[in-house]
């Protein structure tokens, strides 16, 4: 599975991006699905993820004002980004993975820049 993701840019803080992962294939086989974020000389952060039955998970730093949702008729998953804050900017990476019974595929996309700035 390849991961396209697209959607980042320069906005101003408290305005909002939307960034949409696309799968090359389906995304029914998929466990979770989601997005990182990194900044240079910093670790790759999980953002937001959503598993195969919705469930979610957020950053604390981003609870309340990032939504993912995906879209398994479009095998593409979404993050809603709302309130953006300077400290919200990094490139973002689409992440999935598939958890088989002897072993675990992790896939990702390419980053997508996001720059939150005045």
């Known amino acids: 599975v390849q991961l396209q993701a697209c959607g980042g840019g320069l906005v101003q803080p408290r305005e909002s991006l939307r960034l949409s992962c696309a799968a090359s294939?389906?995304?029914?086989?998929?466990?979770?699905i989601g997005w990182y974020r990194q900044v240079p000389g910093k670790q790759r952060e999980l953002v937001a993820i959503i598993s195969s039955g919705s469930r979610t998970n957020y950053a604390d730093s981003v609870k309340g004002r990032f939504t993912i949702s995906r879209d398994n008729a479009k095998n593409t998953v979404y993050l809603q980004m709302n309130s953006l804050k300077t400290e919200d900017t990094a490139v973002y990476y689409c992440y999935a993975v598939r958890r088989l019974a002897t072993r675990t595929i992790d896939y990702w996309g390419q980053g997508t820049l996001v720059t939150v700035s005045s």
């Open positions: 294939a389906s995304i029914f086989s998929i466990d979770d």
